[in-house]
Each structure stands twice: as C-alpha cells, then as structure tokens.
C-alpha cells in the first residue's frame, strides 16, 4: 500500500507536464500540514517544512473523501482524475498572504497558511492550481503536502494525509462570495455602494466575476459585497467586522472597482480587511448557528411519507 502510494503521488508532476518521471527527493524531509480553520467552501491549512525546508516551494493536494476512498485510499497518478485537487506554491505571493514578507520557499520548520476553496482570490501569482475555485459545503476532503525539490518536478515524499469537513451553510446564517455570485434572484437587494459610489446589481455582478489579477481592490470588493449582501439578508455582524466594513468603505472612497471602473489598491493594503471579511462571509467567524444544518418544518404528508 506504501509503495503504491508514493508512485502515485510521484507521476502526478510527470502527467501534469509531461517530464520523465521524477526522483523521489531524499534530500529533502516531508512537511506537515495542519488545519487552521474550515468555512462553509474552504479550508485553511498550514504547511509546516521538515528539517531541511522546502527551498523550492511545495504543493497541497485535496479530494473529497467520497471520492479518495473509490480510488483505494491513494492519490490518483491522473491529475485529471475527477476531483483530484493540487496547487504548487513556488514563490512569493501577491495577495493576502497571513503574514508579512511571506515566501512559499520555506526554510527548515517555517510555515506558511493556504485557503484550499479560495485560491482565485488569495494567491494570484507564485502557484499554479487545477482548482482554485470554492469547495462544496458539508463535504468532508482528505489532504496531504510535499516539498517540491529542484529545477524540475522532483519532490519529497508526502505528508501524512488529514481529514477535515467544510460546513454547512443555514438559511440565516453567512453565505460565499461564490453563493452570492451564482445566485442574483436570492439577493435582498438590487443596489450596494463601495466606498462612495453605488452600483446595481448588474454591475455587482460583473465586479464579482472579475479576476482579481493582482489588484487588491477587486479582491475587497468581492468579499465587501458577500458581507453585505449577507447583513442585508438578516447575518448579525460582529464589532470587528463592523468596523472593518467602514475601513474598507473609507479605504475605497471614490475608487470605482473594475470592471465599472479603473480603480486599484496594492494588495498589501487590503490584505487583512479581505481575509476578515472572508473569514465572516466562510462562516469561520460570525453567527454561531452557521455550521448546523437548519431546521425544515414538517407537514403531516411529509411526516406520514417518511414512516411508511
């Protein structure tokens, strides 16, 4: 069962670029990986290098469980399998990074977070991924890390693999920027404004499909928009989030967002009122009841339905 798992896990570089086969990187220790927080369509992890650290960058790979245990409880040698989940991180990130002067080359025991579900929005340069979209909610996922090592697509050998589970999203609770994005007719209301200026929905929902392409201000408006949709909606706010909406309000002022507009804010400056909004709108923050499954009412058919 090991050796099947490592050369399955060796040749997904290989189908993804078709190199010859990569060598197992002794040289190099496995990382760590760990899991921070989960929200409603992502999970935040932390990957941790072993002794040597990972000088080349590493890669996180996910499937749900469902789906890792069809195919025997290994990592697929098919990057194209379905479900199959990875990103390599090689270089310096641009946008929202979780903590300062951040690099995805990690020396000897340095760790470096990663939102698996929101890659499109927090890491626009410096990896390279088959799904940078959002998870499904109430899935369970099964993850694992491994140092890239070399000019080519050599790597250490992986991480123990972890479980964990996205949560539910409630009727009255937070919901995604990717919820709001693909369902307008649930919105509570047509118009929003973005620092100073309003916008209609039409116009929302092209900012909301607008790549983010290195510009900070795009990635707030995006997560700005899910926060208060989701208050207009009936979401109770907690004070930190109050209080960063009227700093991101300020912060945008006049700027109108692309693709209305020409605005731009360096991804620097945005970088922790984006991740507290997202945090709030992923349910990892905020109301409570976000990670229950809510209650439906029964009728009498439906109860008799049930019992038959």
């Known amino acids: 069962m090991f050796k099947r798992y490592i050369l399955a896990a060796l040749t997904v570089a290989v189908l993804m670029l078709g ?35 990972a000088p080349d960058g590493f890669a996180v790979c996910w499937m749900k469980y469902a789906d890792f245990e069809n195919y025997g409880d290994v990592w697929p040698a098919d990057p194209n399998y379905p479900g199959f989940g990875w990103s390599y991180f090689t270089g310096t ?9 951040a690099d995805y080359r990690l020396a000897p025991f340095e760790s470096m977070t990663i939102e698996i579900g929101d890659l499109g929005d927090e890491n626009v340069t410096a990896f390279v991924s088959d799904a940078p979209g959002e998870l499904d909610q109430s899935t369970e996922y099964m993850v694992c890390a491994f140092a890239k090592a070399g000019s080519g697509w050599s790597q250490s050998g992986f991480s123990s693999t972890l479980s964990s589970s ?3 999203q409630g009727e009255n609770c937070t919901f995604t920027v990717g919820y709001w994005k693909n369902h ?29 392409g290195g510009n900070g201000l795009i990635s707030l408006a995006h997560q700005l ?3 208060k949709l989701n208050l207009a909606n009936g979401a109770i706010p907690t004070a930190l989030v109050t209080s960063t909406i009227a700093a991101a309000d300020a912060q945008i002022g006049a700027l109108v967002v692309p693709p209305v507009g020409s605005g731009y804010l360096s991804p620097g400056s945005t970088s922790g009122k984006t991740n507290i909004l997202d945090d709030y709108n992923q349910g990892i923050t905020g109301p409570g009841h976000c990670s229950e499954t809510p209650a ?8 008799k339905a049930q019992y038959r």
């Open 19 to 53: 190199l010859a086969l990569p060598v197992l990187a002794a040289q190099y220790d496995s990382p760590s990986v760990s899991v921070k927080a989960v929200g409603h369509s992502k999970i935040t992890v932390t990957v941790t290098a072993g002794a040597t650290g």
């Open 93 to 101: 990130p641009t946008l929202n990074d979780f903590s300062s002067g």
């Open 166 to 168: 996205t949560s539910a």
């Open 184 to 212: 307008p007719e649930a919105w509570p209301v047509g118009t929003l404004t973005l620092g100073s200026v309003a916008y209609t929905q039409a116009e929302l929902l092209s900012i909301l499909n607008e790549p983010v």
């Open 225 to 227: 928009i899910a926060t």
């Open 296 to 303: 439906h009412t029964s009728t009498w058919g439906h109860l």
